[in-house]
């Protein structure tokens, strides 16, 4: 049974009453749903519950009994007033999650799913525990430490599924991050329809890494997967790689490059080899590239921010580098977006105001990350921290397993395997001196997919190490318990295998059957 306590990641404030009697979801249960957006939220659990317990769970308006659920929307509901916070109590009396926001209540309803049973993640009535459908008394004020928290997928070196892509917002939703952020374009492969520009799905998706065949989103896909991800208030930020990065771009359009001639496509893992054009005499054609793309984008994209890249242009002179990050920043500003740029985009000094970083050095910065990284905040943005190793995922685990289709998987130039403790320890406001608590907009956890081919190998390099990075962007900073942290991804563990999720079972956690 739940022990009180093992929320992953761990609330701000909770406190458990061991003496107390638990709450009991009964066939007469109902939720109770007050205030702007609560019905909706109160539907999306109500589906999950469900199927599970085979329940009615009928969502209605009046006053809850002690076997009902109330989910209230309300203003002076959340701790401190934050958009994400929630208050929640349980305990026989029933069962009583607050917020300000139906966001707020929305990550509520997420820590009352690892309360309850992890069969609850299960579509089969047939699988109720033998303690019956329990919450224990519990009492919880909570909020996040970081409004921007995620994971990005990389669809450009494999594409996934539609139905899996969903299926991973699902996973993360958990776990309240809030970001799926989509590398949708690289050398390998375009995963975005355009239809100003067609080839660039017509010829730039036609290749993977290794020969495994292409493909790409259709704006209908790319639709249905941020409908999904609203539902669970998720934002999905889309990233299209320039001015490197573009060799799928430019086997389709040979009027990007600089000679007129088309680059065969792609199916290997080297990079820094493309560029677009910085000539003046292919200025029309990339400016209009530049503008259609981040116009059609940001039109299919309802999240406040556009992603253009900006790492990793080997193949571009510093001054062509300069002039093509003003013009591409330039042209995603114009949309109406924020503009985000992995780090080495700061060395431009002509970024659009409140443009934002995304760091991917290591914990120990090298070269001259900080001071590209600092340059956002001094231009009026702020940063996203995924340094490489503690938070890339794809990074290999220590024990280096076979992956759940029997492959080895992940790579190792960040500084080696990646540990759970070592995802788990770090602090994103100690890395870049001169970027702290204030500047961080947040963390992502990136999965490059160089070896990774199916979402369950996907899954299984980031669970559980994912937990950690959620933990590190949700939960307050100071010490932290990784002992305590390791028994509740071990918790946490028994509600992903419910979901029918691929963990990696590493050594030291005391993963329950």
């Known amino acids: ?204 998706a036609s290749t993977s890494v290794g020969g495994a065949g292409g493909g790409f989103y259709t704006k209908d896909d790319y639709r249905r997967i941020v409908a999904h991800a609203a539902e669970r208030f998720v934002t999905i930020v889309p990233e299209i790689d320039l001015p490197g990065h573009t060799n799928a771009a430019l086997s389709a359009y040979p009027e990007l490059t600089c000679d007129g001639v088309a680059p065969a496509p792609y199916e290997g893992v080297e990079v820094g080899f493309s560029s677009l054009c910085a000539s003046p005499e292919r200025a029309e054609a990339t400016d209009r590239f530049l503008a259609d793309v981040t116009r059609e984008v940001a039109e299919l994209t309802p999240g406040p921010w556009l992603h253009l890249g900006g790492d990793e242009s080997l193949a571009t002179s510093a001054e062509d580098y300069l002039d093509l990050v003003r013009r591409i920043a330039a042209a995603g500003a114009a949309t109406g977006k924020t503009v985000i740029g992995w780090h080495e985009m700061g060395a431009s000094t002509e970024l659009p105001p409140g443009t934002v970083g995304q760091y991917w050095s290591f914990v120990e910065p090298e070269a001259d990350a900080a001071a590209l990284t600092r340059s956002f905040v001094e231009q009026g943005g702020r940063v996203i921290m995924s340094p490489a190793d503690v938070a890339y995922l794809d990074m290999r685990y220590a024990d280096d397993p076979p992956g759940p289709l029997g492959r080895r998987l992940g790579q190792g130039w960040a500084k080696g395997p990646t540990t759970l403790e070592e995802a788990y320890l770090w602090d994103p406001a100690s890395i870049v001196p001169g970027v702290g608590e204030r500047e961080v907009l947040g963390v992502v956890a990136p999965v490059w997919t160089e070896t990774i081919t199916a979402m369950s190998e996907v899954e299984f390099m980031l669970f559980p190490r994912v937990a950690a990075i959620a933990e590190v962007g949700w939960s307050p900073a100071g010490p932290r318990d990784v002992d305590g942290f390791v028994d509740r991804v071990a918790a946490l563990g028994r509600h992903l295998d419910a979901l029918g999720a691929e963990v990696h079972r590493l050594r030291g956690v005391p993963w329950r059957a």
């Open 1 to 204: 049974m739940f022990v009180p306590g093992r929320i992953v990641p761990a609330p701000a404030v909770v406190e458990s009453h061991d003496d107390a009697t638990p709450f009991r979801l009964a066939e007469e249960s109902r939720i109770v749903a007050r205030g702007p957006g609560a019905a909706a939220v109160a539907e999306t659990f109500a589906a999950r519950v469900r199927a599970a317990t085979g329940f009615e769970l009928p969502v209605v308006d009046g006053e809850p009994a002690a076997s009902d659920l109330a989910f209230v929307v309300a203003d002076g509901e959340a701790p401190a007033g934050a958009a994400e916070g929630y208050a929640l109590e349980a305990g026989d009396g029933g069962v009583r999650v607050a917020a300000d926001t139906a966001e707020g209540l929305f990550r509520g309803t997420q820590s009352l799913r690892q309360l309850l049973p992890a069969e609850i993640e299960r579509a089969d009535a047939a699988s109720a525990p033998t303690h019956g459908w329990t919450v224990p008394a519990t009492s919880i004020a909570d909020a996040p430490r970081f409004a921007y928290r995620g994971v990005m997928l990389d669809v450009a070196r494999h594409v996934f599924p539609v139905e899996d892509v969903l299926d991973l917002i699902d996973r993360i939703a958990l776990l309240k991050l809030n970001v799926l952020h989509l590398h949708l374009t690289d050398d390998q492969g375009w995963r975005l329809e355009i239809e100003s520009w067609p080839a660039l799905t017509r010829i730039g």
